[in-house]
């Protein structure tokens, strides 16, 4: 079966950094257009970044445009979220999706996803 899961949240302080990432089985992987996305408490589930199957285009959210990075490597199944410059305001559980579509930034139209991996910004 499909199984995305996620890694390398934690605790960061603001303006730190860190690394997702996303571990996919089950599925062929470079067929499949890749997503991130993140979810506060009380909140809807936020877009955040995707990436083409081959990796050469991608798309970000604009709260995170220029702070955030995603990028995937087709042989090791692997989608990855860099974020720098965290803020407060980035506290969330982190999800990565997958689609077939060729590009989309609806939840809706992702078909798989992660369990989440909890980010907290301190201030």
């Known amino acids: 079966q499909v199984q995305l899961v996620e890694s390398g949240g934690g605790l960061v302080q603001a303006g730190g950094s860190l690394r997702l990432s996303c571990a996919v089985s089950?599925?062929?992987?470079?067929?499949?257009?890749m997503g991130w996305f993140r979810q506060a408490p009380g909140k809807e589930r936020e877009f955040l970044a995707t990436?083409?199957?081959?990796?050469?285009?991608?798309a970000y959210a604009d709260s995170v445009k220029g702070r955030f990075t995603i990028s995937r490597d087709n042989a090791e199944n692997t989608v990855y979220l860099q974020m720098n410059s965290l803020k407060p305001e980035d506290t969330a559980v982190y999800y990565c999706?997958?689609?077939?579509?060729?590009?989309?930034?609806?939840?809706?139209?992702?078909?798989?996803w992660g369990q989440g991996t909890q980010v907290t910004v301190s201030s």
């Open positions: 999706a997958m689609s077939s579509y060729l590009y989309t930034t609806s939840p809706e139209r992702y078909d798989y």
């Open positions: 089950g599925r062929t992987f470079s067929t499949q257009l």
């Open positions: 990436i083409t199957r081959s990796g050469g285009s991608t």
